[in-house]
């Protein structure tokens, strides 16, 4: 999403007060297992070893809890510019004639 992604990102790092000088560990965190998209990322956190002769294709079952994905304030936000970006193309592809089918 280009510079409205980054202003997102800034504003969230805002909201919750990070330094700074944390900025890259906080967005390092984030990244770590998707917690960006989740509202409670650590929530039941538990991970289970199924052993190497294991038929599973993973050999780790994650036991996500209610972890709310998908709810996290920054993807509703960006799920929010999101919508409102594709809104105005359609408006204005509608309003100046350039409709687009397919």
Not at 10 to 18: P, T
Not at 66 to 93: D, E
């Amino acid at each position: 999403m280009g510079k409205e992604g980054l202003r997102l990102i800034l504003h969230a790092f805002n909201e919750e007060r990070v330094k700074q000088e944390d900025a890259l560990n906080t967005a390092e965190y984030y990244l770590e297992n998707y917690r960006f998209i989740y509202q409670n990322p650590d929530d039941d956190m538990v991970c289970f070893f199924l052993g190497p002769h294991s038929n599973s294709s993973s050999q780790y079952i994650s036991n996500q809890g209610n972890k709310g994905a998908f709810l996290s304030p920054l993807v509703s936000a960006c799920l929010a510019v999101h919508m409102k970006k594709t809104m105005l193309n359609v408006k204005q592809s509608i309003t100046y004639g350039m409709r687009h089918v397919g």
